[in-house]
């Protein structure tokens, strides 16, 4: 099945406590990104990118770094997370300028 | 910065129909798509439209296109309650760094359908 995998799809952590949210995707896609789900803010992207080992900073990458070694794997690290990232994740890919994104469920962070 | 608009909130009976609106910034603007997030889940593609369409019909779904004020709408027909659910609407937009598209979402409307 063609899909985007997120994980976890829950994370709740500590102020200043590395993490890792992987995305995987099997459908070849060269063009992956990251979202963040904010009420009354829509989606904001934080990173992405355009094929291996090619990476860009989305509206709000303050505070979130991304690597893209594969092309499947797009993980988004928070080196040091602080609570206004509290938020919900969501990873996409697709293929070609116009076509539409595949959106992975969702991974909902709360930093205490 | 570049900003697509939606209307935070729609309350509908079951049965009427319900039109979500959103206003989007670029002219040039190839494809604008309609993606639909359930509860719990991710986004997923509901329709789009090409931007030399007026109007797209999928079966409850009728897509409109205001090129010229540049506003959008979804209209969901015989509303159901498995309808409600947040809307996007979502615009490709050209990027300054080049040639590279993004695509650039509103705020998301809150559907709910009352019994």
């Known amino acids: 099945e063609a899909q985007v995998t997120q994980n976890p799809r829950y994370l709740i952590t500590v102020t200043g406590k590395k993490l890792t949210v992987t995305c995987s995707q099997n459908?070849?896609?060269?063009?992956m990104s990251w979202y963040r789900q904010d009420p009354g803010l829509g989606l904001r992207q934080i990173y992405y990118s355009m094929n291996v080992e090619v990476t860009d900073k989305g509206d709000v990458p303050e505070g979130y770094k991304v690597s893209r070694k594969e092309k499947r794997n797009f993980p988004l690290i928070l080196e040091s997370p602080s609570p206004n990232q509290t938020s919900l994740y969501f990873c996409a890919s697709r293929n070609g300028h116009n076509s539409p994104l595949h959106f992975g469920n969702g991974t909902r962070l709360t930093v205490t | 910065g570049e900003d697509v608009e939606q209307s935070l909130f729609l309350s509908v009976r079951e049965g009427d129909s319900s039109v979500i609106n959103c206003t989007y910034t670029d002219s040039s603007s190839t494809y604008l798509y309609w993606y639909k997030q359930e509860p719990g889940a991710g986004l997923q593609l509901l329709t789009y439209i090409f931007s030399n369409m007026d109007m797209k019909q999928d079966q409850r779904l009728t897509v409109l296109l205001n090129k010229k004020d540049k506003h959008l709408s979804l209209r969901i027909a015989d509303t159901q309650t498995g309808d409600s659910a947040i809307y996007f609407c979502?615009?490709?937009?050209?990027?300054?760094?080049?040639?590279?598209?993004?695509?650039?979402f509103g705020s998301g409307t809150q559907l709910t359908v009352l019994p």
């Open positions: 459908m070849n896609h060269e063009y």
């Open positions: 979502a615009e490709i937009l050209f990027i300054s760094s080049g040639s590279a598209r993004q695509l650039t």
